[in-house]
């Protein structure tokens, strides 16, 4: 691994809240390159700064799902620097933007020892959403396995899949019934790492190194960087929003709980 990269232990223990580890840089946001830069539109505010660390336990937005946000500390001292968002460069570094509330410019040292913490709820949240997604994928590919998906949002207020093809308001209660089964069945999300992906191909998957594979009880195979809640009834009640169609391409939205 190269010394900039970041470790993404979200990957391999979506369970865990907080991680000590060692800042690698922390720079204003006015400091990094152009295209770091670029990578958060909302990074005006100047006293923004960037760290990066060696390992993360805070999700960068990507694959639909939305950010992680949370803060960090200086070991055995109250958090000093809220985490606003979080992206991941095309560099493997991981960019936590955020504001420290101590004197503007203050910046931690490298090799300084941190300790992050994540904002649970919101995190457990985006993680039933995004599996959400998941079960929604797999009721369709059982109901309609000619459809192919093009797109998945995670996004609060925005969730949904998108797939080639014409659905209609009739088949609304027909997913339904078959996201319901697929919740009341608690089916576990099944985690993989797969060396060769080629038989992913088509799904996105293409990609140098061992592929991430999710699957819900064994049932289907999406390369897939999110985090996920352990099994399907952990997501809460799933609701089939809206069923909408523009050229040639057919929304299934959905929504699940804030709280379950
Ligand atoms: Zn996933």
Request: aromatic letters at 4%; one cysteine or more; proline letters at 6%.
């Amino acid at each position: 691994m190269a010394s900039s990269e970041t470790e993404a232990v979200y990957l391999h223990d979506a369970s865990l809240r907080t991680l000590a580890t060692e800042v690698i840089s922390h720079q204003l946001v006015s400091a990094l390159e152009e295209p770091e830069k670029s990578l958060y539109k909302g990074a005006t505010d100047p006293e923004m700064s960037v760290v990066t660390m060696r390992q993360t336990v805070l999700y960068p937005q990507g694959g639909g799902q939305p950010s992680d946000t949370g803060s960090l500390a200086i070991v055995d001292e109250e958090p000093t620097f809220t985490v606003t968002t979080v992206r991941k460069a095309p560099s493997g570094r991981i960019l936590h933007f955020g504001k420290t509330s101590t004197q503007p410019g203050s910046l931690f040292q490298e090799d300084q020892r941190v300790v992050q913490r994540v904002d649970g709820a919101k995190r457990d949240y985006h993680s039933r959403l995004h599996t959400g997604g998941h079960v929604v994928g797999l009721a369709m590919q059982l109901l309609y396995p000619e459809m192919k998906k093009v797109k998945a949002n995670h996004f609060p207020a925005e969730a949904c899949m998108e797939y080639e093809g014409l659905l209609y308001n009739e088949q609304k209660p027909v997913i339904q019934a078959k996201v319901d089964e697929l919740v009341q069945q608690d089916l576990p999300v099944l985690i993989s790492w797969v060396e060769d992906g080629s038989d992913l191909e088509g799904k996105g998957a293409m990609r140098e190194g061992p592929v991430r594979v999710a699957s819900i009880g064994g049932l289907d195979r999406n390369p897939c960087g999110g985090t996920h809640v352990p099994s399907t009834q952990k997501v809460g009640p799933i609701t089939i929003r809206k069923i909408s169609r523009q050229k040639g391409i057919s929304r299934v939205s959905y929504d699940v709980p804030l709280e379950v």
